[in-house]
């Protein structure tokens, strides 16, 4: 074969042992079959696991007013200890003021203002989720950061009737353990909650 040539009687012999092993009936013998299996065992195993990623969403679980929210992960940018902010004056009360972020000035919004949600003071311990796209960025003030979790969609209902004061249109849906995931897109593109650079 060095040559570059073709043992083309070779070829010829091994293609008809394979014709004839079909037409007798072959079977592999038994560590054939477990390598067999064992191949389709991890590319089904694959295909579940992509499956399985595409049917849950990354969520950052955080507590406003002692309840649960969740908020996809896709659009957070950051986490930010919320040490001190400058607040404005003549803005809307949800937006609780300004912060510095390695020289990135944005706004901070409180949703429990903006969703009338009881209200808890602000501390140090308060921090900050950075969310944005490619037009917005802003924060969103939590009372703690619970985690990050993976939520399948099939286990995210409609919104409760109960939860007052959040409009429907910023929410995903809540899961049966009430963690209300909130619709970060919709909430970035919302005319009421931007805070303009000129105000």
């Known amino acids: 074969m060095g040559t570059g040539r073709f043992d083309w009687d070779e070829i010829h012999r091994k293609i ?14 038994p560590e054939e079959r477990r390598r067999i299996l064992q191949r389709r065992a991890a590319q089904l195993a694959h295909e579940e696991e992509k499956e399985a990623v ?3 969403l990354e ?8 309840e ?12 930010y200890p919320l040490h001190d902010y400058t607040p ?42 950075i969310i944005g796209n490619e037009t917005m960025e802003f924060g969103i003030l939590a009372d ?6 993976a939520i399948a969609v099939s286990a995210i209902g409609p919104p409760l009737p109960t939860l007052t004061g959040i ?5 995903h849906g809540v899961t049966v353990e009430r963690l209300v995931i909130l619709d970060a897109a919709r909430i970035l593109a919302d005319g009421k909650i931007m805070v303009h650079q000129d105000i």
């Open 144 to 149: 703690a950061i619970l985690g990050v979790r």
């Open 167 to 171: 409009q429907e249109e910023f929410l």
């Open 54 to 56: 595409a049917d849950t």
């Open 88 to 129: 404005l004056p003549g803005v809307p009360a949800f937006v609780l003021g300004l912060i510095n972020v390695r020289g990135r000035i944005l706004s901070v919004v409180d949703l429990k203002k903006f969703f009338d949600l009881p209200e808890k003071g602000v501390s140090d311990l308060n921090k900050v989720i």
């Open 59 to 66: 969520v950052v679980e955080f507590l406003l007013a002692h």
């Open 16 to 29: 008809d042992a394979v014709g004839v092993a079909i037409d007798s009936g072959y079977a592999p013998s």
């Open 68 to 79: 649960h929210y969740g908020i996809e992960s896709h659009h957070i940018r950051e986490v």
